[in-house]
């Protein structure tokens, strides 16, 4: 079995289930942690999930354990210094999503992938949830024919009142850019992996509560390359029917031309084929770490593309386009237009 020396940068919130999933792969060995400025966190992760090492500076880290792999957890401004870090040593690199603060820094850091020797690939966990995994199958399979419209209805019921957030992640309450730049991203990337690629959108984005800075809902309409036409319905402060809102984090839907399909808050797909009755579609997940595991689906998917080769979604060049969708739905927010997106890549190009 061809062994992974991981090293890892960051212990935040969400890090805990990098670790976790980290420490459930038997290839992977955890050799290094490198902290920002918690040294007492960083030896409790340490201890916790069998660290080799601890360290205050993650290049002093990298020259001494020369890891084969090193996942980037860290806040989003730190991203590209450490990946140009690891691009510069030769060492793979995960990094999680927001990808960049701007997305000048986010083409800087296609640049640098694409001037290095080994991949970088983003930690965009959404499209490894097991439910989002089997309804591509489901399309694949070609039972439903062509796709008419997705829609997602995002209602984790996360965000209400003044204390909202503040248990987990309180920078969210700070984000200018919030529903669409930490949430939404994620259905952007879900989006073109079940219908292609976006060509356009139209947004109006809103805050409910006061206490933070961004939006905290909003529709955005996205137009595909193909006929497929999708909707995302957020809303941070509602919830859906589920026991746990934050496990699917909403209800998934889709039209086709031989029937439909949709997902609810407990994870169950159901598939309706046109003119018949609707049946639940028996699939198998566990309800274990991140929303079905899908921190451990990206984590397996990436140790197996580096011992066995096999195919790499979510590399930094194609994640781009996320964030360019991304740009051009806060664009026809706040000018209140449809915006194409090859109108957001020629201005970056300019």
């Known amino acids: 079995m061809q062994r992974i020396r991981l090293a890892t940068i960051g212990t935040g919130f969400f890090g805990r289930y990098h670790y976790e999933a980290w420490s459930r792969i038997p290839e992977v060995e955890l050799v290094g942690l490198a902290y920002a400025s918690n040294r007492t966190r960083a030896e409790a992760f340490a201890a916790e999930f069998g660290v080799g090492a601890v360290f205050g500076d993650a290049e002093r880290m990298l020259d001494e354990l020369k890891p084969d792999l090193v996942d980037i957890i860290s806040p989003p401004e730190t991203h590209l210094p450490l990946v140009e870090a690891a691009l510069e040593r030769g060492i793979p ?3 999680q999503k927001p990808l960049a603060p701007t997305l000048a820094e986010a083409f800087r850091m296609v640049e640098v992938a694409r001037a290095g020797r080994v991949p970088v690939v983003v930690h965009e966990n959404w499209r490894f949830k097991p439910w989002f995994r089997e309804i591509r199958r489901i399309i694949d399979g070609g039972a439903l024919g062509d796709i008419y419209n997705i829609a997602f209805r995002m209602r984790p019921g996360d965000g209400q009142g003044p204390a909202a957030y503040l248990d987990r992640q309180p920078y969210f309450q700070q984000m200018p850019r919030f529903l669409i730049h930490e949430t939404g991203i994620h259905m952007i990337d879900v989006f073109r992996f079940l219908a292609g690629e976006i060509t356009g959108v139209s947004a109006r984005l809103r805050r ?139 201005r970056q190009a300019a």
């Not at 941070?236 to 209800?251: I, Q």
């Not at 595991?293 to 998917?301: C, I, M, P, S, T």
């Not at 927010?333 to 957001?344: Q, S």
């Open 93 to 95: 690199a995960i990094t």
């Open 208 to 346: 409910l509560n006061p206490v933070i800075a961004g939006e905290d809902a909003g529709y955005v309409i996205f137009d595909f390359a193909g006929s497929t036409a999708g909707l995302l319905d957020g809303n941070r402060l509602a919830d859906c029917d589920a026991r746990n809102p934050r496990l699917t984090m909403g209800e998934f839907a889709l039209d086709a031309e031989r029937g439909a399909l949709r997902l609810d808050g407990h994870g169950r797909i159901f598939v309706r084929r046109r003119g018949e009755a609707e049946r639940e579609h028996a699939y198998e997940w566990h309800d274990r770490g991140y929303a079905g595991d899908a921190v451990y689906g990206l984590q397996r998917h990436v140790v197996d593309h580096l011992t066995r080769g096999t195919p790499l979604e979510n590399r930094v060049e194609d994640y781009i386009r996320n964030v360019i969708v991304e740009e051009a739905v806060y664009r026809s927010a706040a000018e209140r237009r449809h915006i194409a997106i090859d109108e957001i890549e020629r």
